[in-house]
């Protein structure tokens, strides 16, 4: 069980703040953006963007790029004020904003260049992550602590929503044979359809 005490949201969202600015000033930034945007050709979840409604990349990618960035700016604040503490610094995020985060640490490379020469770490372990993001929960408050308003409702969804989003998601995947969130499909590549199962 994890006793360590949460940094005060103001504290967390002030330290997020001097975090994100380091890194937009930083000289990868710019290509840590656009090598982001690229990465959803390489993998996407059924059950992270989809849940946006009517989602599209080229105008979704921006802003959950945005959003991304100050989650990991955020876990950072989190991880530091708390001397370490990986479990405290897993903060509870909306399923597309998780996504887009695997994304932005997906570019490895680059990421552990950049946040080596400014002396921060992100924070993220599939172990730790905790689902179940709520309107006005300890990550909203240290995210207005850092004074960027109240989470864009398009891609902060709240866990009951993202519950019945995913049964929406559900049976459309179903339909075409896909089951299982994206874990298992029936479909047959030969013709393009489920297979046809044979009765008794």
Same mark, same amino acid.
């Given at each position: ?9 103001? &504290?967390? $969202? ?27 050709? @390489? ?6 963007? *989809? ?11 921006? *802003?959950?790029? %945005?959003?991304? +960035? ?5 876990? =950072? ?11 405290? =610094?897993?903060?509870? %995020? ?12 997906? /570019?490895?490379?680059? @990421? ?12 993220? +372990?599939?172990? /730790?992550? !905790?689902?179940?993001?709520?309107? $006005? &929960?300890?990550? /909203?408050? @240290? ?8 989470? &864009? ?29 994206? !874990? ?17």
């Amino acid at each position: 069980m994890n006793n360590t005490t949460r940094p005060a949201p103001a &504290d967390v $969202g002030r330290r997020a703040t001097e975090i994100l600015d380091l890194i937009e000033a930083s000289e990868e930034y710019g290509r840590l953006a656009e090598s982001t945007r690229l990465y959803p050709d @390489c993998w996407a979840t059924f059950t992270g963007y *989809p849940i946006v409604a009517s989602f599209d990349l080229s105008r979704d990618a921006g *802003p959950l790029f %945005v959003e991304a +960035m100050r989650v990991l700016a955020l876990k =950072a604040a989190v991880f530091e004020l708390t001397h370490g503490d990986e479990r405290t =610094a897993e903060l509870m %995020v909306s399923a597309p904003v998780d996504e887009m985060v695997h994304a932005v640490l997906a /570019q490895y490379t680059l @990421c552990v260049r950049m946040t080596a020469r400014l002396g921060i770490q992100f924070v993220h +372990m599939t172990d /730790q992550e !905790r689902f179940g993001w709520q309107p $006005g &929960d300890y990550t /909203q408050q @240290c995210y207005q602590g850092a004074g960027w308003g109240v989470p &864009d409702p398009r891609y902060w969804i709240g866990k009951d929503e993202t519950g019945r989003r995913l049964g929406v998601l559900r049976e459309r995947y179903a339909s075409i044979g896909i089951m299982d969130d994206g !874990r298992r499909h029936d479909i047959d590549f030969a013709t393009g359809r489920p297979e046809l199962v044979a009765a008794g």
